[in-house]
């Protein structure tokens, strides 16, 4: 079969969210294909597809949600039922890509991005179709090509048709890493930032794990593989190297306590992010930009996952408003926190597959977004 030739959508979905899917779908005019996907007693996943996918393109729509596990295994087994019923192409769209932010290695753990992507890569998708990745480079993870859209579009348009005074406002950036974020929603709402700078002490991230700990000393208790280390003392910092020099001293992190570079004061603060998972870092920026004087506090990211009590606090917190997309469900985050709005993002999605579809240019869908995004 010619590559370039066009064949019959087959549009497949997992559990994870059947309220996108069925936007999805009714914007593109096509019918679900026949599948089920269902779990066994012992809780193995099942896929049935019923009806023939050979020699057609096959669209697998499977988010990321709470029951993480279970919604990656069900996208794996859908991908490599279509490769052995013989499908041409298997594109996963996967508007939240589950596991983006073990994206560097930390400590004794692992890449698990990586892991994730070749585990999709191998189980016979062809391409993938994402959205606001926590790490742009993730998709080099990937052995296949990755397009990850951009929600910004949407959520500038819900700053400029939803919040009537946006124009006194002032872009926040939660943390220096997202300065470039926050520059680009800036740069075209024409507005100015703020940063975030320093951070609470939260001491679980610097305990120490083992890995600078000083060779055990030899029975004299003074020379240890070519260190002397001094009477009374184990610490690594005052051993002195043999006939050289002496060691430097391993000073500890030390960030200042959570301030304000940038004036917000008399301002609408608009904090912008990837996502929203545990909501207390969010809660404590929000009162730190009150505090210095803001008189309203919005918070925008694309994946509002919400997890454990980040409804309940969202609520009695001090922030106005929560601006989330639907690339994860959250109906019951919805339920349980008024200040929680979602932006429909499936016309994306559904462009993104059409385009793909039918062989055409994706940039225009990242026309004047930046790298930054």
Do not use: W
């Not at 070749?118 to 296949?144: C, Y």
């Not at 000083?214 to 610490?235: A, K, N, Q």
């Not at 690339?327 to 499936?346: A, M, R």
């Amino acid at each position: 079969m010619d590559p370039g030739q066009k064949v019959a959508m087959h549009v497949l979905s997992g559990n994870s969210h059947p309220a996108l899917t069925k936007l999805i779908i009714d914007k593109l005019g096509v019918q679900p294909a026949s599948a089920s996907v269902y779990y066994r007693t012992s809780r193995e996943t099942v896929v049935d597809i019923e009806e023939s996918v050979r020699g057609r393109d096959v669209y697998i729509i499977q988010t990321g949600t709470k029951n993480v596990n279970n919604d990656i295994m069900e996208l794996l087994v859908m991908a490599y039922a279509c490769k052995t019923s013989s499908a041409r192409k298997i594109i996963g769209v996967i508007p939240y890509l589950p596991y983006c932010k073990q994206s560097k290695m930390r400590k004794r753990g692992s890449v698990v991005s990586k892991l994730l992507a070749q585990m999709l890569s191998r189980s016979g998708l062809t391409q993938v179709i994402t959205m606001d990745l926590h790490q742009k480079e993730i998709q080099g993870f990937f052995d296949i090509p990755v397009d990850n859209l951009r929600a910004s579009p949407f959520l500038i348009q819900y700053i400029q048709e939803q919040i009537p005074d946006y124009r006194n406002g002032v872009i926040v950036a939660r943390n220096p890493n997202s300065v470039r974020r926050a520059t680009s929603y800036a740069e075209r709402l024409r507005l100015s930032i703020a940063v975030i700078h320093g951070e609470e002490k939260i001491a679980e991230s610097e305990l120490n794990d083992g890995r600078h700990s000083p060779p055990l000393p030899e029975d004299d208790g003074r020379t240890v593989r070519g260190f002397e280390f001094l009477p009374g003392s184990l610490s690594v910092t005052s051993a002195l190297y043999t006939g050289t020099s002496t060691m430097p001293v391993l000073h500890a992190k030390e960030k200042p306590p959570m301030n304000v570079v940038g004036e917000v004061g008399g301002r609408l603060a608009i904090i912008v992010d990837d996502m929203i998972d545990d909501a207390e870092s969010f809660v404590a920026v929000a009162a730190l930009l009150k505090e210095k004087g803001a008189y309203k506090v919005y918070v925008m990211a694309t994946h509002g996952l919400m997890s454990m009590e980040a409804p309940r606090l969202i609520e009695n917190s001090v922030i106005d408003e929560v601006i989330v997309t639907n690339t994860v469900p959250n109906d019951l985050q919805l339920s349980q926190c008024t200040k929680i709005k979602t932006v429909d993002i499936s016309v994306l999605l559904a462009e993104a597959i059409r385009r793909i579809h039918n062989n055409e240019s994706m940039s225009y869908l990242f026309k004047n977004i930046s790298c930054e995004d």
